[in-house]
């Protein structure tokens, strides 16, 4: 795939992000915002570091970091770390739209966001959405021999993420050989106010 922009670093630290002017469902004007989404037919990227540190991230309706494109988009090393996600809402009455994490493998689009992933130390706090990691096409043919996901989520908590059907907290029809998922010390919370009707599963 065609890779035009070769970047070494993109680093963001320290910053309360957020948009107040989100609306969710049941509001005619629900919107679809993500903090990133590249655009369908953007030029490939390919990047040594991204790294989220010590920020807050307020109203992502429709999720947080999504790849779409039809050329190829490469990082290295992709950190999370001590960051507060959270009144991330609906963006349809399923709780559903594109996941936090998003990313389209397929034959002609070689797209590799979790080649070395750290979720660390966050706390994700009221968002629906359905799935946190997710890629949504299997690959047409077979994965590059060096294509591999690491990814490692530790010491973070979950409040009252993924209460829409079908929750998976992964989603991934495939994925290359070799591939790590560390998942450990995490904790993972549903709560409801005393008056709500429907309770926590």
């Known amino acids: ?23 969710n469902v ?26 989220f540190t010590n920020c807050s991230f ?15 988009y490469e990082i290295e090393n992709f ?3 001590n960051c ?4 991330g809402g609906y963006y349809s009455t399923s709780g559903r739209r594109y996941n936090y994490f998003h990313t389209h493998p397929d034959k002609s689009v070689r797209q590799n ?4 992933f750290v979720f660390r130390e966050c706390t994700v706090f009221d968002n629906s959405l359905g799935r946190f990691f997710s890629h ?32 998976h907290f992964f989603y991934m029809r495939e994925y290359p050989g070799g591939s790590t998922f560390t998942v450990k010390n995490n904790l993972f919370v549903k709560a409801c106010k005393p008056e709500d009707t429907a309770r926590p599963i």
Do not use: H
């Open 1 to 23: 795939p065609l890779i035009a922009l070769d970047m070494e670093t993109f680093i963001v630290e320290d910053i309360d992000f957020g948009a107040p002017l989100a609306k």
């Open 26 to 51: 049941g509001d005619p004007a629900a919107i679809n915002s993500y903090f990133m989404n590249t655009y369908g037919n953007s030029m490939g990227v390919s990047m040594q570091e991204m790294r």
């Open 58 to 72: 307020q109203d992502c309706i429709g999720g947080f970091f999504r790849v779409p494109g039809s050329y190829g």
């Open 79 to 81: 950190t999370v770390e």
């Open 84 to 87: 507060d996600f959270y009144n």
């Open 113 to 116: 966001i979790f080649k070395n």
């Open 136 to 167: 949504n096409n299997n690959p047409k043919e077979d994965w590059p021999a060096d294509f591999r996901y690491n990814i490692t989520v530790e010491n973070n908590t979950f409040v009252n993420f993924g209460r829409s059907n079908g929750c």
